[in-house]
Nanobody, 122 residues
């Protein structure tokens, strides 16, 4: 059974940093793209960052460019999201996801984690 488990969320002051981790189990995802999404209360779930199967290609939403960095370690079946210079508007539940494709960026994601809360205070 496929499982994605996020960790690393929490409460941080504006300007601070957090590093999210997503550990995948149940199968090997080294051949697939992975991404981080976020959903704030009353808003849609939006793609924040994505990374290709090799790590050679990345995508970032304009709102996080220059502040967030996505990375992966395939031998650990893990993807990370380093978040720096956090702003109150970054407050949301963050989800990791896997797209069963080598195409990048993927047009859909197939597996989702349960999410981790990130709260940035002003």
């Amino acid at each position: 059974q496929v499982q994605l488990v996020e960790s690393g969320g929490g409460l941080v002051q504006a300007g601070g940093s957090l590093r999210l981790s997503c550990a995948a189990s149940g199968r090997t995802f080294s051949n697939y793209a992975m991404g981080w999404f976020r959903q704030a209360p009353g808003k849609e779930r939006d793609l924040v960052a994505a990374i290709s199967w090799s790590g050679g290609n990345t995508y970032y939403a304009d709102s996080v460019k220059g502040r967030f960095t996505i990375s992966r370690v395939n031998v650990r079946n893990t993807v990370y999201l380093q978040m720096n210079s956090l702003k109150p508007e970054d407050t949301a539940v963050y989800y990791c996801a896997v797209a069963e494709t080598r195409y990048f960026p993927p047009y859909k994601y197939d597996y989702w984690g349960q999410g981790t809360q990130v709260t940035v205070s002003s």
